[in-house]
């Protein structure tokens, strides 16, 4: 095996470097994989445009980003050989958000708080490289048949999976989702495997929401382009229209528009369930209608992260429920990653999600 690699090292803002950086040794408690795919996500972009800091100690570079990937086992830790939990050649995908196992929140089963997790991609090394390691318990094998740039969606398929357990669908809801990217046509696909009756996509963009069409939405509602034909001038008029006047059972956000979560609460129904996503902006405020969200009896909740739900996810994308193929709309190679980066935050070519392909 060869003791250098190539891999796209961020050093700051617009200055990434292709180059050659040693190949990782697995500590006892890691496993080394080579990278087959990592996808691009929004902070990825932030990160490399200087909109957002690396949680590196510094705050910057050098670093190898990406969080969102998958790969082939090549040397396997000490420990993770002794319990035969992985073996060179498996299939895997890893979870970037390494929590420490050990903190009285990881015991509670709160992993996703945890006050000592280390990202991949974020505060240590990540994907966009040939090799990477991770600690063995953040990762998950995936089978036979899963693309690998299907495969390197996993983490935000389980991000969706979380945020739509959250949403506590019952079999007919009204749910509504507020944001048709690539996490939120994850979401209604999520949404109608959970048994919801009808699933309306809310957005901008007529080219999303088509997606979201071919992705399974009953209903699809443009609330900026008034010469789209699905463009709705109130949501929230259009909402009681399509329920009689009852308004949504779930609504998700996947979106960190304040816009978008205050019509969230000014759609949903009696006994609903809001569930707020995307991230705003450190200063964002939400404002709330308590009265009216007393009297309906409302639940509104958070989603962050993916606790313990990656097997769900890989189980729904094996079995066909959630279908990836139109999500994953553009393709390219390490070395294109700059120019990619830059067409993601400029939309050039209507992306819905763009990965990194290492073969």
Known sequence: MAETMTAQVFYEPEDMRLEQAPVPTPADDQVLFAVKACSICGSDVAYYFGDSSLETETGKGPLILGHEYAGEVVAVGKIPAALGLFKPGDRVVVDPVQYCN????????????????????????????????????????????????????????????????????????????????????????????????????????????????????????????????????????RIAELTDGMFADAVVTPTGAVEAMEQALAISGRRSRVVFFGLPADDAVVRVPALASILWDKTIRFSWLAPLVWPTAIKAMASGQVDLSMICTHTMKLGDLKQGLADVKNRKGNPIKAVVKMD
């Open 102 to 237: 050990s903190c009285a929140i990881c015991k509670k089963g709160q992993v996703n708080l945890c006050e000592y997790k280390q990202v991949l991609g974020v505060s240590a090394n990540g994907g966009f490289a040939e090799y990477s390691v991770s600690h063995y318990t953040g990762l998950h094998k995936v089978p036979e048949g899963i693309k690998w740039e299907h495969a390197a969606l996993t983490e935000p398929l389980a991000c969706a999976v979380y945020a739509v357990n959250n949403m506590a669908i019952g079999v007919g809801d009204f749910a509504v989702i507020i944001g048709p990217g690539a996490i939120g046509l994850m979401m209604l696909q999520l949404c109608k495997a959970a048994g919801a009756g009808t699933v309306a996509l809310v957005g901008t963009r007529d080219y999303r929401l088509e997606i979201g069409k071919q992705a399974g939405a009953d209903v699809l509602i443009n609330t900026k382009e008034k010469n789209s034909p699905y463009y709705a001038a109130d949501l929230k008029a």
